[in-house]
DNA sequence: TGTACATCAGTGAACGCGCGTTCACTGATGTAC
DNA sequence: TGTACATCAGTGAACGCGCGTTCACTGATGTAC
């Protein structure tokens, strides 16, 4: 049953957003390959014909998660205009970007079980982090805090995805903590960045759909 | 083979605390009861003669691990004494505790993966994590920064949990990287917290064995 | 443009394996008398 | 204190199940002529 190149690639990106979803929602441990070939509409034999492990879906799934994190969030802005603090903190840590743990960033999702996973994981992982801390950085303002501004978008980045998983890991149990946590977490985040504005220490609110 | 009570309690404490460290260092989807039993030096029957699931063991592995690390932290100081925010952060935030996973913090060790377990395993986290909170919030001097007691008690925890995760997830792939994360979350949670004394920015050194 | 055929993405049965859990049984403990 | 026996923590074989991976096969694609 050979398909087309176009179709083979479509096949490809559709097993990546598929199990980067499904790993985000249920851990990389958490999800097997039946599962990942079934929701994305081919055998697991159609998922072997593209990656050579499972482990090795793993590593490229995060790669693809970041990477279209990213494109999003540049994209997000009129071109030539670089986001700010502001935005990496509407984009990233929400009440609404907690609670769509399938669609947001795969380090927070993951945060504490890359360690165990490959060294290929760990390197995405890494990859990934570096970017984010170089983009924080660019974004930065003046801030009351006597640190150098690497300092800064490394705690601040670091923050965010604490932050996130301490409010997923606390909502069940404790809703209105799990508010008060990613309320918290805004806040400092952005007066350690620099952008004291109350604007955005604000929930942003739902854009429209489509 | 029925045993004394007192050889009972004290599997009942093996397997706790086997459970707890190997569920810390491969995740709690990450090891199985077969392997926890033999570790602790008994079959996977007389762990379910103790615990009716893995599930149940794994949210009393993590209350257990969690009240130990309570009674650690306030033994360490002289009775009646209490710590202060420096002592946590030695305590919970170096380079050392990043590389003894098992023997550290299972909030940090896990945090992504509780809101994936039964809703036991993440009521047990809140307790936990509203206890760091208290405890921390207690331990806060003066800061540069324009937010309540206990917004900056929320910060500093949950960027001790996402920090360590994110130094853990970076080691093997950029192990100077990682150092960078650890002594930036250092200064940056010591700052917030008010504790601007350069003493705890250094890495504490180790303490004599026994 | 039309025909022959090599390629290879995708199918689905099968593999060995370890998972969490159950259960009939054991035998020292600890209680009742 | 001594004897009889109920208790129950712990043993180990067995269970059904889903895991990651392999492989013989299929058949439309896309190339060679």
Redesign the pocket.
């Known amino acids: ?8 690639a479509a ?2 990106e559709t097993l990546l957003r598929t199990a980067g979803r499904l790993f985000r929602e249920h851990g990389i441990d958490g ?5 990942i ?1 079934k929701q994305a509409g ?5 998922l ?3 990656f ?4 090795a879906l793993a590593a490229e799934a995060l790669a693809e998660g970041l990477r279209r994190g990213f494109a999003r969030m540049t994209a997000a802005k009129a071109s030539g205009e670089l986001p700010g603090l502001g935005d990496y903190l509407d984009f990233y840590l929400s009440n609404r970007v907690r609670d769509d743990i399938g669609g947001s960033c795969p380090m927070a999702a993951s945060a504490s079980e890359i360690a165990r996973q490959d060294e290929a994981i760990g390197a995405r992982f890494t990859a990934g982090f570096t970017a984010t801390v170089g983009a924080i950085e660019a974004a930065l303002g003046d801030s009351p805090v006597d640190a150098t501004r690497r300092e800064r978008a490394i705690a601040i980045t670091a923050a965010m995805i604490g932050g996130l998983a301490v409010a997923r890991a606390t909502q069940k149990s404790d809703p209105a903590f799990s508010d008060e946590i990613v309320a918290a977490m805004r806040k400092m985040t952005g007066l350690i960045g620099g952008e004291a504005d109350a604007s955005f220490t604000a929930e942003p609110s739902l854009p429209a759909r489509g």
């Open positions: 049953v050979k398909v087309t190149k176009e179709q083979t096949n490809r999800v097997g390959v039946a599962e070939s081919l055998t697991h034999g159609a072997y014909a593209q050579p492990s499972k482990e």
